[in-house]
């Protein structure tokens, strides 16, 4: 038993460490056209709505928790996305309306 502490960290020291800018990265692939855009529009914004529709759906949030996330994503400027409308359409299909 007193080794498991030692192993659990030989096995930390012993996994890679990954020094990309996954920020970086996800900006080059999203940014090259306006397809692209939307489609990481369209996958982020589905993302946070397949989150903040479970939590609501099994009364993990309450309404005031809806209204953050409502001010933080649905901006002016994230609500004319294509990528968002397409999301929230398909959200709305699925029962899920903020």
């Not at 809806?66 to 299909?93: C, H, R, S, Y």
Request: glycine share 8%; aromatic share 10%.
């Amino acid at each position: 038993m007193k080794y498991l502490s030692l192993v659990g960290a030989l096995l930390l020291t012993a996994s890679p460490a990954y020094s990309l800018d996954y920020s970086k990265e996800i900006n080059k692939m999203c940014s090259p056209n306006e397809t692209t855009q939307n489609a990481c529009g369209f996958m982020s914004f589905g993302s946070a709505m397949a989150v903040v529709c479970t939590l609501k759906s099994r009364g993990f949030i309450s309404e005031a928790g809806i209204e953050l996330v409502k001010e933080t994503l649905f901006t002016d400027d994230a609500v004319n996305q294509p990528g968002f409308i397409q999301a929230m359409d398909e959200w709305t299909k699925l029962g899920c309306s903020l």
